[in-house]
């Protein structure tokens, strides 16, 4: 889990709340400063808005620039090594949200998952198993009436499954609310999931990399003879295209926004990966 700070103004208003990051891993951005602290398993939500303030505190699922990356002639280096790192601090811990394993603790109709197409894809089934909290039902029963679909189920079985999952729900969803969810078709790609749904675990999808390797199709395993060859720019676009955008084709404006790079510099790497062939011409404009 890593807290980022952008504005070094907030250091000592931080500093009183997590006395912690003085001493936990740290890492120097062009803008400020990583703190790196341990989950040792426990669940803590993702948010922009850390403690009401522009702090981003990134947990499961999401990216950072690491060392030793070089952005606009920036060098990331560990001003604290990872050895160092301490535990998450107490105050971070949000024990009401609780991951999709733990939902079976709490009270709520029997739903029992029944046959479909896609059972590889984890996703589906930690929607099915969870009882899904308000705040969360409209887009976890839109991503799995659609992910049903891209997994060859027909209209008719997918809305019907989530016609199903919402009557076992706690506090399900009025009739006309279910009905905009299973609306047109959209592809929910993995990135775009983990956003949505913070409570998704992608450790042991078999979809994105089967048995735990990457497929032959991705694009590391393709180019990794020539990754020498790139500029270390073009080389971590590869890297993230290759991991949290695999199996999708992002614009450039979201592989900028999620690598936290100038977007005219992501327009001209990609558009050099192109002249390079490692990517598609026609992809990720």
Avoid: W
């Amino acid at each position: 889990m890593v807290i980022d700070v952008d504005d070094l103004d907030m250091l000592p208003e931080l500093e009183e709340l997590l006395p912690e990051i003085k001493e936990t891993t740290r890492v120097r951005t062009r803008r400020g400063y990583h703190y790196y602290f341990s989950l040792n398993g426990e669940y803590v939500k993702s948010t922009n808005n850390l403690f009401g303030r522009s702090l981003e505190l990134k947990s499961n699922g999401n990216y950072v620039v690491a060392p030793p990356s070089i952005i606009k002639a920036h060098q990331y280096v560990y001003e604290i090594p990872l050895s160092e790192m301490l535990p998450i601090p107490k105050l971070l811990i949000k024990k009401e949200r609780e991951p999709a394993h733990c939902v079976k603790e709490r009270k709520h109709k029997t739903f029992k998952i029944p046959k479909y197409h896609g059972q590889k894809v984890g996703c589906i089934r930690q929607v099915l198993s969870r009882d899904l909290e308000e705040g969360e039902r409209n887009n976890s029963l839109f991503i799995l009436y659609n992910l049903l679909l891209q997994n060859k189920n027909t209209d008719e079985y997918s809305k019907k499954l989530v016609i199903d999952k919402n009557g076992s729900l706690s506090k399900p969803l009025t009739e006309l609310d279910l009905k905009k969810v299973c609306r047109k078709a959209y592809n929910c790609g993995c990135s775009s999931i983990r956003n949505k749904l913070e409570y998704i675990q992608c450790n042991n999808c078999e979809y994105r990399f089967k048995y735990g390797r990457l497929k032959d199709t991705n694009i590391l395993i393709k180019n990794i003879r020539i990754l020498p060859e790139l500029s270390s720019t073009q080389r971590g676009i590869v890297c993230l295209l290759g991991t949290v955008f695999e199996g999708e084709h992002p614009s450039i404006n979201n592989i900028a926004e999620t690598a936290k790079m100038n977007y005219e510099t992501v327009k001209n790497a990609i558009k050099a990966l192109k002249e390079m062939r490692v990517i598609d011409e026609a992809l990720y404009n």
